[in-house]
């Protein structure tokens, strides 16, 4: 098996909601018990941002942000983070910071959810209070506490 190239630290960071703020949840394969929102790097340094972003909704939840009814909003803001000791090892040699950008993804309730069994077993719908709480990331969390403030509900 070909060893993979080492994670690009730029990566995005997906918030999952409805237009009743309510906000998806999923569980790491690798970290039971850490719940997050949809995260992922870029592929390759010219990405766009956006790009990632659609890509990794994709791939660890199913959802085409492109779909009737989903809105994917570009929040403009970044954290700038330390990489968990436990995870640097995916990046190169002397890399310990991570610049995360942030998005909200609208979709209609009980829109489907597909995990990708090899990064996420278990989602959760929490109200977005519920949820931030539940983040093991403060970054994560904070996001999720924007949510009231960014969320561009649907038009009627």
Known sequence: MAERPPKIPQSVLVVIHTDALEVLLIERTDAPGFWQSVTGSKDWPEEPFEATARRE???????????????LS????????????????????GVTRNTEHLFGLRVPAGT???????????????????AAARCFSPSNAEA????????????A
Do not use: M
């Open 74 to 93: 570009d929040w403009f803001l970044e954290n700038v983070y330390d990489i968990y000791p436990q995870w640097r090892h995916r990046y190169a040699p």
């Open 112 to 130: 489907p959810v597909r995990l990708s069994p090899r990064e996420h077993t278990d989602y959760v719908w929490l109200p977005w209070q519920e």
């Open 57 to 71: 909704v994709l791939e660890e939840t199913g959802i085409d942000a492109a779909s009737p009814g989903c809105a």
């Open 144 to 155: 999720i506490s924007l949510l009231p403030r960014l969320a561009r509900p649907e038009k």
